[in-house]
């Protein structure tokens, strides 16, 4: 199941565990990403929670925890080659995985025809 966020962020959720990344929108309003920080696998978050931190040749910003849940996993490629996040932010260039409290929360995010209206 995908599933988008207004924040910009992506979920693909499997099995009660989300693969959490930023979208292709996203990653082209940034630009090129010279830096990524990533959350400590083990750290919990609340929906909304600053997740992570990116940096591109533009600006800084927060990519924030999509729901409430812990940190499984996180891709460390990305922090040694930011550019991934440019080069297939749907796909290589994702962020953390996060064991969802409940995943019954991901029916409120909004599904890919409701996020492409969302960006136009």
Known sequence: MLKFTAEHEWLKIDGGVATV???????????DLVFV??????????????AA????????????SPLDGEIVEVNQAIVDD????????????????????????AEALLDEAAYKELVG
């Open 21 to 31: 990344g930023i979208t292709t929108h996203a990653a082209e309003q940034l630009g």
């Open 82 to 105: 930011p550019s991934l996040v440019n080069s297939d932010p749907q796909g290589a260039g994702w962020f953390f995985k996060l064991k969802l409290k409940n995943t019954a929360d």
């Open 37 to 50: 920080e990533l959350p400590e696998v083990g750290s919990s978050f609340d929906k909304g929670g600053d």
């Open 53 to 64: 931190t990116v940096e591109s040749v533009k600006a800084a910003s927060d990519v924030y």
